[in-house]
């Protein structure tokens, strides 16, 4: 495919022009640049129309919402560069949110729930893992089916949910609690997110990890000739995605306040419309955390936006599909105009 | 080695085997009935035929809807829009019925609703150039955001109460039911399309090699956008269908369905990146499928924990497909070595 060679490096061009055109060739030419710039605007916009919107309290809340779909995308966006995909993050929301509940129940303890969490996250992403690398079956076939599988499991454990039994004082904080409440307050699924962000944002933009990650999504023979360890670097990537999921769903059932069976219905193209947004591809080798975070974002300053405006909430879903499409549309016109294809 | 100098027609059973192996549609079929005759056995109510004919009305639908992505996806191009389709195609009879007191103004307007539908996904992929996965995602959202604000989240009934209408879903030709006969048609024309014409032959080489089939003159857009209006065509066929069985436009309906009906195309042996496939397969895969769900109602196994089931047999179906096509491959090796051998050729 024409798509394999690229254009020289951007910045030559650049040199030689002023510092201001560089700042703009740099926003406009990125996808992340993009999406940057229509979060700004809207944040103005609605800054403008909203007293409320710009408040602590109404920023903090959006976020806490945006954190479970950017946690669980940070791990999807890795997965995607590495050019494999992972549909069982929505069953997950339910399974793992299941039987973390369960365990705060029998234990009384937040990190023994939080360790069951996240021992199935790693297990169901072992399991994909092993069947794709294993098999050689396609991710997207194998996590369609560890979609109903897992969905399958929360529906066997629990009726209908697992409620609260515990009272755990410390459970609700996970989500509507803030560590930190000076100079400004930011609750703790906002801090989750940026920590797990700057974790995984150094591992991808500088260590020998996260370069072959991009290199296996570039080209996979290239890299395996090249010695790069591709199956157990591709493992990793599914334990951390089922992993992270398994995070979202612990602060989605503290949001909750009980582990439902039917939760995440649907989540899992959320985050991925989310990871596709910021850039990344699913034939691999692009995508970077900044754009996913940026794209969970804006879809959730959109939502916010359309309650805060007063507006129907039955556009929510639709204005979601509009800007997917806006943010593809903008992206392949981009890609035209500096002749890249 | 010896394998090398035997001929593998010589073999009743390596005959059989290579049958087996190089023929997709049959080996659904074997698959198809060996589940068949597994639920034979263990549930009794699975042998009456009369829950065969039930169980063909039912998966008609995804029937119809699967075959128009086949049809697409040997291009290389997805439609995820398809569950939106079918309750935008609800929306749309039900509210025409209600407005105009016309049924066939009713239909007519929900096939042009796929048709238009399927002409904006077509336009996006190939005038513009937008990917088209990411594409229909978000169409996916946006036709089902529309539905939401357009009803407001509530059912729209069909105040004529057109049983004309719901014949297409109940009416019985002898034993067999019309939506089957609808579904088969189609599957039939499907088959004759891509197997017979021009048509069909440019899309198995775009989905192959879409440089090389536009370097040899074939109109690649032209073709990707007639495949998003047929598969836009059938989405909405498939809502007609589904609307039938109820006669009222549900906001909700075919939540998922675009998951439910790629399992389908994949587990027919259709390649995600393009020129592989067939719709014959894909039509037994859902009859498949829907086996597999209908024997387990029939079993009181919980609706609810045949996801779990219905999930490993894709796996293993997956499976049973790669080892299927090794097994071609290496039998066709196997041919060429051998008749290389008996050439006394002993470089090959």
Known sequence: MSAEISTPARSVGASGQSSLQDFLRRLFGSQEGV??????????????????????????????????????????????????????????????????????????????????????????????????????????????????????LAYTSTNAAVQ????????????????????????????????????FGLILSRTTFGRSIYAIGGNPEAAALSGIPVNRIKAICFIITG????????????????????????FELQVIGSVLLGGASLAGGKGTLVGTLLAAVLLGTVNNGIVLLGYNSNWQTAVVGLMILTAVFLDTMRRRMTGQS | MSSVFASPQENGWQKWKAVWARNEALSLLVLLAGVIA???VIEPTMRKSSVYWDLLRQVSPTMVAAVGITLLL???????????????????????????DNMWLGILAGLLTGLVIGAINGTFVTVIGMESLMTTLGMMFAIRGLVY?????????????????????????????????????????AYFLATR????????????????????????????????????????????????????????????????????????????????????????????????????????????????????????????????????????????????????????
């Open chain 1, 243 to 266: 992993m992270l999921a398994a995070l979202s769903a612990f602060m989605l059932i503290a949001r909750m306040n009980s582990g439902q069976n039917n939760a995440g219905f649907g």
């Open chain 1, 35 to 152: 999406l940057f710039l229509i979060v700004a605007v809207l944040w103005l916009y609605l800054m403008s129309r909203s007293d409320v919107f710009f408040t602590q309290r109404n920023i903090g809340v959006m976020l806490s919402q945006v954190s479970m779909i950017a946690i669980t995308g940070f791990g999807m966006t890795m997965l995607m560069i590495a050019r494999e995909v992972d549909l069982s993050v929505g069953s997950m929301q339910a399974f793992a949110g299941v039987t973390a509940m369960q365990a705060l129940n029998e234990s009384h303890s937040l990190i023994v729930g939080l360790l069951a969490a996240l021992a199935v996250g790693a297990i169901v992403g072992a399991i994909n893992a092993g069947a794709t690398l294993g098999l050689k079956i396609s991710s997207f076939i194998v996590t369609l089916a560890m979609m109903q599988i897992v969905r399958g």
């Open chain 2, 38 to 40: 597994l639920f034979m």
């Open chain 2, 149 to 189: 604000v357009y009803t407001n989240q509530t059912p729209i009934v069909d105040q004529n109460r057109f049983t004309q209408f719901t014949r297409l879903w109940f009416k019985n030709f002898g034993p067999v039911p019309s939506p089957i006969i609808v579904a088969l048609v189609l599957v039939a024309l």
């Open chain 2, 197 to 348: 014409t021009e048509f069909g032959r440019n899309t198995y080489a775009i989905g192959g090699n879409a440089n090389a089939a536009r370097v040899s003159g074939i109109n690649v857009r032209r073709v990707k956008f007639t495949l998003f209006v047929i598969s836009g065509l059938m989405a909405s066929v498939a809502g007609l269908l589904y609307t039938a069985q109820t006669d009222t436009g549900y906001f909700n309906a075919g939540l998922g369905f675009e998951l439910e009906v790629l399992a389908a195309v994949v587990l027919g042996g259709a390649s995600l990146a393009g020129g592989q496939g067939n719709v014959t397969s894909t039509a037994l895969a859902v009859l498949i499928i829907g086996t597999i769900g209908k024997g387990m109602r029939l079993m009181s196994i919980d609706t609810t924990q045949q996801l779990l089931v219905i999930g490993i047999v894709m796996l293993i179906a997956v499976y049973y497909h790669r080892i299927r096509k090794q097994t071609a491959a290496r039998l066709t090796q196997e041919a060429y070595a051998a008749r290389q051998a008996a050439r006394g050729n002993v470089l090959a």
């Open chain 2, 74 to 100: 040997l291009s290389g191009e997805f439609d995820l829009t398809v569950g939106s389709m079918l309750a935008l195609t609800g929306i749309v009879i039900v509210d025409t019925f209600n407005r105009t």
């Open chain 1, 164 to 199: 609260n039994e515990h009272k755990l004082a410390s459970f609700k904080k996970v989500f509507n609690g803030a560590f930190i409440e000076n100079p400004v307050r930011i609750p703790n699924p906002v801090l989750t997110m940026v920590i797990i962000f700057i974790i």
